[in-house]
């Protein structure tokens, strides 16, 4: 699962705990992400999830998103949006943020997605969620590419294209023929753009840079 999916939404509107643990585990990394870029500890990031997960199950804010106004994403960024600015604003023991907080209590969630927050193409918050997002939607990727070719075909491309390593060193280190490198980080490129490709027919804005 690459986003949110319609059918997930409907399982999660029914009050099924099942569903409830998968979009936890889902968004769960890209929740401590945006977290730490915004200056959360790791225990913080877990009260941050845990709020968020109230907001939706509790506030049956999951009733109230309106697909005929936006993705699913966007409404999702403006619970985090409040949620973490409500923790910056009431713990000084944070370091100071690098997007503004407002100092307004935090609002009611609206139905739609047709507020200035989500309008603002310039918002500093908007900006690190949609990096964070689509550094988390690479790491997805990765994670796939991992399981549709053989472990040590990943392992290579990792230490080449992801660590940087010169491949001729990688070759010496494992005893194997440059040209086996090359194949190999040939062959898991093209399985990666395939899967990018797959992505992006559900986020078409997704156009993550690729190691060389």
Known sequence: MFTTK??????????????????????????????????????????????????LFNGKEILRYDASKGKFRAYFGLIVRRKVFKMLRNAARFPQSPVPIPDAPDADIPGTMDTPELQNGNDPFQKIFDEEYNQYLLSLALNELRGRVQPSTYDIFEMVVIQKRPAKEVARYLGIDRNVIDKYCSRCRKNLQKIISEIRTETPEFNPELPE
């Open 6 to 55: 319609k059918s997930l939404l409907k399982r999660l509107r029914n009050n099924d705990d099942i569903s409830w643990n998968e979009f936890y585990l889902f968004y769960w990394p890209f929740v401590r992400s945006i977290g730490e870029r915004l200056g959360l500890m790791p225990e913080d990031c877990k009260d941050l999830m845990q709020e968020i997960m109230i907001a």
